[in-house]
Each structure stands twice: as structure tokens, then as C-alpha cells.
């Protein structure tokens, strides 16, 4: 079974071509970065007409890069939501054309579920597992029962843990993408020169809140001597900010290892992804708490944690071979539950 992916729901256009045996035959990436830098953050409109120009190039190199032609495929998958609109639909038709013209079904994927399901394409992870995604948009711990059955124990009130990472980065005169800046000015700091809030440590339950973090991390920056920051001031906020999100996530995520054992004794399976599962200094937090409770720990390899294609095309082979393909005329969906039953976020009182 091949089957090709299209993903454009953010800021990379990419495409890739997978196997049910678990073969990467192409993985082409097409960033954005340079074109959203100069406004700290990505910008909707720009990244819609990004995608437009380079889409149809994009799956033009995956297809010769795999060595096929689109009559081998057996799906052509797509993210269909959530995401940013424009360019959730730009794929969306992209894929809708190729199956068409090449009589081939379509799969339309959640984006969310292509991160949750990156796991059993790279390390063969048997359901049912525990899931911490952390990307620029979502902030969420899932059991993964099954293709398409996701059980919520938690979400953020606020802000995700992405989009925190780049608003720092942003105030520490960092750069975008703010993630990766961060974690590596932190490695020359200290963690513990600035006091930062753990929101939500302590509390029940799996939910997170990043906001009032972002704000201490402003008014820290503040409180400095006027004038540009200091190399120093800049690897202390960035380590002390690092240090307060992986207390954060362990504290959250330590809940929700009970919650699952008690829903399935005998699994044992911890796995992080999405965009910040990138972070090294998180990864290792993540390992000891696991280790801590009996879990195993499973993350993607770093260039399968950002936005790419080999995702869609695997969550489109797990989905085909379940036999559960869409029609031509389904719509794009810029917002798109994993756990359609979970209720709303819960607001943290003002």
C-alpha cells in the first residue's frame, strides 16, 4: 500500500510518499520561515498564497523523489483541518485533483491525529497509549485507544505551549521560530535566577494554562535595566521559562499517567508529539518521569515532530486500510476535535 500525503495547514507546504511497510520513499518540506520572520509570527494570508505557489511543485518533487507515478498510488491523503483555513484548503483541492484525475480515494486527515499516530509509523506503538501533544496551537494529554477513538484528559485554558515558546522568544528579541531559539539560549542559562509561576501545578486534573507565564516572563523583562537586553538576561529568561514549562508538563502529565493506568492496567506507553516535542531539554524531562513510573517513552524523530507530509500519508495508510476513505465533497475544517465528546475548555476565573 502507497499512499501520498499533502500537508498545508500552517506554514510548511509538504508532501510524502509512505508505505504500509513502514518506508519513507520521499519527505519534501517547503518552509515559510524567511517569509513570516519579519512579522514574529505566521501570518495567515501570506501562508495561504505561500501554499498556493508551491504546492503543486512540492508534490511534484515527493512523486520523483519516490520514484512513481500517481496511477501507483493507492490514496492520496490530505490534512483537512484544523488549521489555518487558506491554506487548509489550498491542499484540500490539491489532493481533491489527483484523486480525481487518478481514480485513486481520498483520505481526509486530522492534522492532530497525524502527529498522535507518528509514533506507530516510527517505533510501531501498539494502542492503546498516552498522548502529550505540544505544538503552536494545541496543548493536550489523549489516550489513544484506536484510528480515530482519542479520549481527552486535558487541554489548555489559554495559550498552547508552542505559541508561549515564541511569544518569549519574541520578547527576548530571539526571532521566530521561537522554540528552537529558546531552548538554545537556555542551554547557557540559569534556570533558576528568575522566580517564573508553574500554572496549574498542583491542581487536579490534566488541564495546562501558559498565559500568566507569558506575562511574568514580560514583566521580568521589565524589570531590567533599560536598554537591550544582556546575553546573560537573555539565557537566564530563556532557561528559567524552559524550566517552569517542563515542570509544567511533568506536574499535568503525571496525572494523566494515573488516569490511564486506571483505564488500562496493563499498557504502558508514553508518547510526546508535535512541533515542541522537538525540544530536547523537554524530552529528557519527559523520559525521567516516565521511567519514574514504569512508562516507556516514544517520541518521532525531530524532523517528524514539525508539520510534514510522512504524517498525513501515515495517518491516510492507517485510515485506508481501515477502509475509511471520503468523498470528493468533503469540506476543510479549520477546527477539528480528536475527542468530538470531550466538553469545553474550562476558563480559568479573571
Known amino acids: 500500500m502507497i499512499v501520498l500525503g499533502i500537508e498545508t495547514s500552517c506554514d510548511e507546504t509538504a508532501a510524502a510518499v509512505v508505505t504500509d511497510k513502514r518506508e519513507i520513499k520521499s519527505n519534501i518540506v ?7 520572520r519579519p512579522y514574529g509570527g505566521v501570518v495567515p494570508e501570506i501562508a495561504a498564497r505561500s501554499h ?23 490514496g492520496v491523503a490530505v490534512t483537512g483541518g484544523p488549521g489555518l483555513i487558506g491554506g487548509v484548503i489550498v491542499g484540500v483541492m490539491t489532493a481533491k485533483a489527483i484523486a480525481a484525475v487518478s481514480a485513486k480515494p481520498v483520505i481526509n486527515v486530522n492534522h492532530l491525529e497525524a502527529h498522535a499516530l507518528t509514533a506507530r509509523l516510527t517505533d510501531d506503538v501498539a494502542f492503546p497509549y498516552l498522548l502529550l501533544l505540544v505544538t503552536g496551537g ?8 484506536g484510528v480515530g477513538e482519542y479520549v481527552r484528559l486535558g487541554t489548555t485554558v489559554d495559550d498552547a505551549v508552542g505559541e508561549a515558546f515564541d511569544k518569549t522568544a519574541k520578547m527576548l528579541g530571539l526571532g521566530y521560530p521561537g522554540g528552537p531559539a529558546v531552548e538554545a539560549a537556555a542551554i547557557a542559562g540559569d534556570g533558576s535566577r528568575f522566580d517564573l509561576p508553574r500554572p496549574m501545578k498542583g491542581r487536579q486534573g490534566c488541564d495546562f494554562s501558559f498565559s500568566g507565564l ?13 536598554g537591550e537586553l544582556t546575553a546573560k538576561d537573555i539565557a537566564d529568561l530563556s532557561a528559567s521559562f524552559q524550566d517552569a514549562v517542563g515542570d509544567v508538563l511533568i506536574d499535568r502529565a503525571a496525572n494523566a499517567l494515573d488516569s490511564f493506568r486506571a483505564r488500562h492496567r496493563d499498557a504502558a506507553t508514553l508518547v510526546v508529539a508535535g512541533g515542541v516535542a522537538a ?29 510534514n507530509g510522512v504524517m498525513v500519508a501515515w495517518a491516510g495508510i492507517e485510515r485506508l486500510r481501515l477502509g475509511l476513505t471520503d468523498a470528493l465533497d468533503f469540506a476543510p475544517r479549520p477546527r477539528w476535535p480528536l475527542d468530538a465528546d470531550a466538553p469545553p475548555a474550562a476558563r480559568l476565573p479573571k
Open 30 to 36: 517547503a518552509s515559510q520561515l524567511a517569509e513570516h
Open 279 to 307: 525540544n530536547q531539554y523537554l524530552r529528557k524531562r519527559l523520559d525521567g518521569l516516565a521511567g519514574r513510573e514504569g512508562f516507556r517513552l516514544v517520541a518521532p524523530p525531530v524532523e517528524l515532530c514539525t508539520d
Open 52 to 74: 498556493l505557489d508551491h504546492t503543486d511543485r512540492v508534490v511534484g518533487e515527493a512523486m520523483d523523489a519516490a520514484g512513481i507515478g500517481f496511477g501507483q498510488l493507492d
Open 138 to 145: 494545541h496543548c493536550q494529554l489523549l489516550i489513544v485507544e
Open 214 to 226: 507569558k506575562t511574568a516572563v514580560r514583566q521580568r523583562v521589565a524589570r531590567l535595566p533599560a
